[in-house]
Nanobody
Framework: QVQLVESGGGLVQAGGSLRLSCAASGLPSRNYAMGWFRQAPGQERKFVGVISWSGGSSYLADSVKGRFTISRDNAKNTVYLQMNSLKPEETAVYFC????????????????????WGKGTLVTVSS
């Protein structure tokens, strides 16, 4: 059974930082790209970033480039999202997701592309 468990959310002031983690277990193979999405209150879930299965490449949404970084530790089956200079409008539930993707090339994945999802972790950015 596949499980993706996010952690690290919480309350932070605008301009602050948080690091989210996603612990994966039960994935059928190692060839899974891992993505982060977020859903603000009353809005649709949106793409934040993705990292290839090897960790060799990543892609971030324009809105977070330069402030967020995504990384993974395959020995720990964990993916991270480092978020700096957070803004109040980035208050959202952040979801981790997995997609079987053999290529090293990653890009903005669609929500429907993802095969597995975590339950999310809430990030609240106060002004």
């Amino acid at each position: 059974q596949v499980q993706l468990v996010e952690s690290g959310g919480g309350l932070v002031q605008a301009g602050g930082s948080l690091r989210l983690s996603c612990a994966a277990s039960g994935l059928p193979s190692r060839n899974y790209a891992m993505g982060w999405f977020r859903q603000a209150p009353g809005q649709e879930r949106k793409f934040v970033g993705v990292i290839s299965w090897s960790g060799g490449s990543s892609y971030l949404a324009d809105s977070v480039k330069g402030r967020f970084t995504i990384s993974r530790d395959n020995a720990k089956n964990t993916v991270y999202l480092q978020m700096n200079s957070l803004k109040p409008e980035e208050t959202a539930v952040y979801f981790c997701a997995a997609k079987r993707h053999l290529s090293y090339i990653v890009y903005e994945f669609r929500e429907n592309d993802m095969g597995y999802w975590g339950k999310g972790t809430l990030v609240t950015v106060s002004s």
